[in-house]
């Protein structure tokens, strides 16, 4: 089996035992990224030489007789909207092209203090604003199971490269669906965890009060040791969690559902679910079953209001977040030729700046927001919130998780869904109630749907710093799944 | 009835500082119309007595000490600017605009 088919945690154990090194393993998945980036474009940024650079260096401390962690030289690939000093941060827009930001991001800096070697940055939708990456300023990431197919979004650069077997892990940022919709549709792990639970220091912000760093892997197990690499208490953001990291690597090695109670959202199906994605999740809750775990049907009424309450909710967070975007301290500057005066060059800056998709996002935050209309949409939206909050607490009062399918359909074809915004929108259906409410979700590679042979993710959702619960009930449902199909599902994507 | 029309989106891209054309505003006007249709269903819940969440986890206020720590130094400050001039953000002429 060569390097990059191996996971993070054989990779971590293989050079800390001297079987190889960080540099032969990072030698090999930089090959890998020059042999399939050109068909993925999985990455905005790679530099061989720094990624080599630090693998050396990892392998030096370790010479140094350094204790180091679990994941200490293995590779990682990270989201283009963490600030990184030695690599470009462009959030996949223009009006960051080439900024070189002044400071590490908390995750940025924990990573490298683990001993993780960075292999370049990745693609995504502009400000994380999408569910496709077609958003990205610099052209769509495709789906390694159908490169015709979108990797889902915002996070799809991170999900195509694990996916791929460009790296055997990645960052990602979930808002609304960010990281298990990508992770669904590409066949692999993802996870969001509990707000607050990992630091949104130097991540540039989308909708802050929804914004929950998280990670990607081929395995419950290897995003559990990312999780746990990065997560933890952070002085630098305000709304991080002073509490301890819930046991996630423990959780995902135990993976078991005996005697466990599961609720199936009753809303998170019908109309616009496709055959496919609703037969692999049956057959899934009937695996859950036979493993011993005690499945019920329950009803969250509010949820059915969660998809309109966030697209208020965001916008307005992203209305008075990129206002810093204003050509005056870094980034793009257009039309300064002496005559025009800042505001002026601040609005065609903005325009030339920012794509579609965020300029549709700032205008609807700004409208929500506006005297007149605050009650109505932003103040209504807050209280559909609450009601979100409340359905999960009653259900978590039955039940130890919920499942539901991730998302509604498999990857759909690049460009079906552009330029029309609320069909786009429809792909974070099942995963956007777990933002507004703040607890804790994972999505599962499940199968592949009869259709058209593309993959299909569980999502597990657990209460508020119940994050061992995802990584315990997907583990169980991971061991069981290998079982029947003798080996993962990545196994049966094509070739590349 | 549409729920927003194109001199009100023209008024948003003016708040919002987005110098847009035409094209974009009547394309923008169409778009936003769905999509505030769409939102707009958050006003079939009965919500009166529910209070409004503006964040997911109850929070209060952090401080800490308010102590000198190493900062970033003018060169790191600046290094992103489009224009510096004698250490400083150089920016467009700000005074003397028409309201």
């Given amino acids: 089996m060569s390097l990059t088919q191996k996971s993070a945690a054989e990779l971590g154990r293989l050079i800390a035992s001297g079987e190889t090194s960080a540099v032969e393993v990072a030698q090999a998945h930089l090959d890998r990224i020059t042999s399939v980036e050109g068909k993925v474009k999985a990455f905005l940024h790679v530099d061989a030489e720094t990624t080599l650079a630090q693998a050396r260096a990892v392998d030096e401390r370790r010479a140094a007789g350094e204790e180091l962690g679990p994941l200490a030289g293995v590779p990682i690939a990270h989201k283009d909207v963490f600030t990184t000093v030695d690599m470009p941060t462009t959030a996949g827009s223009r009006i960051l092209e080439n900024w070189r930001p002044p400071y590490d991001a908390t995750i940025t800096r924990r990573l490298r203090e683990a001993g993780l070697v960075f292999l370049g940055k990745t693609n995504l939708d502009e400000f994380a604003m999408g569910s496709s990456t077609e958003n990205s300023a610099y052209g769509p990431t495709h789906n390694p199971w159908d490169l015709t197919r979108i990797a889902g979004g915002s996070s799809g650069g991170s999900a195509a490269a694990v996916a791929a077997f460009e790296a055997p892990l990645s960052t990602g940022t979930d808002t609304g669906g960010s990281i298990r919709q990508p992770a669904a549709v590409t066949g692999i792990v993802g996870m969001k965890p509990t707000y607050g639970g990992s630091s949104r220091y130097g991540l540039i912000a989308f909708a802050s009060s929804l914004d929950t760093p998280g990670p990607f892997a081929r395995n419950v197990l290897d995003a559990a040791l990312l999780h746990e690499a990065f997560s933890g208490h952070d002085p630098y953001d305000s709304t991080s969690i002073e509490a301890p990291v819930p046991p996630v690597a423990e959780a995902a090695r135990q993976g078991d559902v005996a005697g466990l109670r599961i609720g199936v959202i009753k809303e998170f199906s019908g109309e616009g679910y496709q055959p496919g994605v609703m037969a692999r999740f049956r057959e899934t809750v009937e695996l859950l079953e036979s493993l011993g775990a005690k499945v019920v049907e329950l009803s969250c009424p509010s949820f059915t209001y969660a998809l309109p309450a966030y697209y208020l909710i965001a916008p307005s967070e992203v209305s008075s977040n990129l206002a810093r975007f204003d050509a005056m301290r870094y980034g793009l500057r257009v039309g300064d030729d002496g005559t025009r005066s800042a505001e002026e060059v601040m609005a065609l800056t903005r325009a030339a700046g920012f794509g579609p998709e965020v300029k549709r996002r700032i205008m609807l935050g700004t409208y929500a927001l506006s005297s007149g209309y605050y009650d109505a949409y932003y103040g209504q939206a807050q209280k559909v919130r609450t009601l979100i909050a409340r359905d999960f607490e009653a259900a978590f009062h039955q039940v130890d998780v919920l499942i539901s399918p991730t998302t509604p359909t498999t990857a759909f074809p690049i460009g079906e869904r552009a330029d029309d915004p609320m069909a786009m929108y429809l792909a974070d259906l099942c995963t956007i109630p777990t933002n507004l409410a703040g607890n804790a979700a994972i999505s599962i590679p499940c199968g592949l749907a009869d259709e058209d042979d593309l993959p299909v993710g569980l999502q597990i959702i657990a209460p508020v710093l119940g994050d061992d619960r995802c990584y315990r009930v997907g583990a169980a449902v991971e061991r069981a799944l290998h079982d029947r199909w003798g080996g993962d599902l990545l196994s049966k994507a094509p070739a590349l | ?99």
Avoid: Y
């Avoid at chain 2, 929070?59 to 130094?73: G, H, I, K």
């Fill in chain 2, 1 to 99: 009835m549409s729920a927003i029309t194109r001199d009100e989106v023209a008024h948003l891209a003016r708040l919002s500082r987005l110098a847009l054309s035409d094209d974009e505003l009547d394309h923008f006007a169409t778009q936003l119309d769905d999509i505030i249709g769409a939102v707009a269903r958050v006003a079939e819940v009965a919500a009166e007595d529910v209070p409004p969440s503006s964040h997911a986890l109850p929070l209060t206020n952090v401080f800490r000490a308010d102590e000198v720590r190493p900062s970033l130094t003018p060169e790191q400050a600046l290094s992103g600017a489009p224009a510096v001039e004698d250490d400083r953000f150089r920016v467009p002429r700000i005074l003397g605009e028409e309201a």
